[in-house]
């Protein structure tokens, strides 16, 4: 029996987790749900899962649901902030971690959870792209397992050698990989006409053709910054350098991603844009499980097809690219910046066009610095805060 704590259970992917925890009472318990205000969902869900303790953002969000649960019948210990997500994310009862908090808020649990040694299964790519080196120094020497979540790096582990699994000495091409394929669906504004990009409208931005998922992931993928932070992403999860991590555009999102060997081989993982497919797949690991997803039907999709990105059309992606050649605190600062872009964006504060332009400032104005400790990139994060919101 597994226990688990679900950081950010009210998400998309919290939501997806528990629904495949549900699938299989016997190999799976939770332990700790977490969300930010959505007081209402959480206490529906620890109705249904029962957990241990459930945490809440603030003493007023933990008052409410505290009252709800006991109204319910329920003994579920509740508590509030960083320091109780941190807590739960590393508590000797918990076994495995889903890291799916969204944005910077979910690097100190994350972060704490790989400390702690726990199994790590990582969604929230934003701590990984802050603290690379900080969190794969931590999971090495705690002896934690970090399975990644995302779509694109869950095909990619499936497609790496078994050797090369784990935090390995040895590098990329000793184990004959040539490349990285990193596979994106290019959005919801892949043939939109560029001249009409600054008049796109949130709703747009967050109708994305191929998945469902929370609102700050969806913009990204509409101006193609969550595929500049999946490139880092696979840098940091595999070891691999930028200049062997090509982005492919693939629009039906049936191939998640590739790996190129030296003797021509190319291994893909293929399946529908469901995440509990490599949700179960994480969890599992090395088994497999049942998810729910239904398995593709290669005949009805018929075609596949693949093209280079438009970087004049995503400038984010070049944006990415260049704060992993710059290293150091270059990607938590356009992280930061990307975070209060983003939002200013769904706040209808600013227009779409200028989310990459902004970032760009902020790059400028401030250049990267060295990542010593988890304090500096806290403090190199809120700098590139300031900056981006005194230019809006
Ligand atoms: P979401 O917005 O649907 O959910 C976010 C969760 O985090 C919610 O439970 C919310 O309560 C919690 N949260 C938000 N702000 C918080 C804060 N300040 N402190 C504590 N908790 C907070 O997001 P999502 O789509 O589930 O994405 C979660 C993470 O997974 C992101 O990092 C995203 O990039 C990554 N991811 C998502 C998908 C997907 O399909 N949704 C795919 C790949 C990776
Ligand atoms: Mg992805």
New binding site residues.
Partial sequence: MQHVTI??????????TLDVIARHPDRYRVYAL?????VEELAAQCEQFRPSIAVV?SAEAAQKLESMLRQQGLQTDVAYG?AA?CQVASAPECDCVM?????A??LAPTLAAARAGKKVLL?????LVMSGPLLMEAVAASGATLMP???EHNAIFQCMPAAYHGQDQRSPSQHGIEKILLTASGGPFLHRDINTLDQVTCAEAIAHPK????????V?SATMM?KG?EVIEAHWLFGVPASQIEVVIHPQSVVHSMVSYVDGSVLAQLGNPD?RTPIAHAMAYPERIDSGVAPIDLIKIAQLTFQHPDLVRFPCLKLAYDALQAGGSAPAIMNAANEIAVQAFLDGRIGFRVIDQLIARVMAALPSGPVMDIESVFEQDQRARDIANSFI
């Fill in positions: 950081l950010g259970s009210t998400g998309s992917i919290g939501v997806s977490t969300a930010q205000n959505r953002g960083t997500l890291a799916a908090i969204v944005g808020a979910g969604a929230n790519k934003e701590a979540i995302d779509s998945w469902v998922m929370g609102r700050k992931i969806s990204d969550n932070l995440m």
